[in-house]
């Protein structure tokens, strides 16, 4: 039988209501006078409760689902914008007024998927409940960002999924005073790259492996390597 800490029954639940959307400005509202766990509460509660959603954004979501929709069924080169209104049932200049591109899709269901949510937990100390939410967020959708992963080129998901990495692993680093590097060349801009690049090849090793490792799982050993310096890795024959 699986067994959960509170935290992390609270993701699932989080994530089994994630047809709930519910915007970043609402968990802003429940900052630091909340312990962690009581926060955890009321980001699940709002999203069960708070349903409604304007037209405009309920048009834009259902492109953004089509567009979803179309991912798993074909190469991303050869889904068009058409197809994408007919998922959604409006006319293809509809499109046009929410994305300028495919491209753009792509970054609001990301946006809507992992990084709005990541952003409110940083932004309220939870770093680390952060980075394991973002591996729980991929694997809801592991099919669909395994392919996101295929695409080459300029704009690739990618591309702009290093520069997000970079980007977060830069806040998180300078939100806290660092300790003393042992060189000067080490600097947050140098380690928020490394993290990055570490991130992102876990996550594709995990995505595109054809076994079933658990999200949990995963982070753990994203955490083991990010602890354990390699050499303390191997296992010396005793002498």
Known sequence: MVRYN????FFLLLHFFDNCKYSATFWQKCR???RKES??????????FYRKRSP????????????????LTMPFQKISIK?????AHVIRPTFYNYFQDKYEVIEFLFDRD???????????????????????C????????RRLFEITGQNSFGEFFAHYCEKTFFCILSRHPMKKMPCDLITPQSLAHYNALL????LKLWLSSPKNVPAEKIFEAYQYIMRTPILDMIQYPEI
């Open 39 to 48: 926060f955890l509460v009321i980001i699940f509660l709002s999203r069960f």
């Open 83 to 87: 197809m994408i209104t007919d998922g």
């Open 138 to 145: 991929f694997e809801k959708n592991k099919e669909y960002y």
């Open 6 to 9: 509170p935290c992390t029954a």
């Open 199 to 202: 991130l992102i090849e876990i």
């Open 114 to 136: 992992i990084g709005s949510k990541v952003e409110v937990m940083i932004e309220n100390d939870m770093e680390q409940e952060a980075i394991k939410l973002m591996f729980i």
């Open 32 to 34: 630091l006078k909340l």
């Open 56 to 71: 405009v954004m309920k048009t834009k979501e259902l492109l953004a689902d089509s567009f979803r929709s179309l991912v």
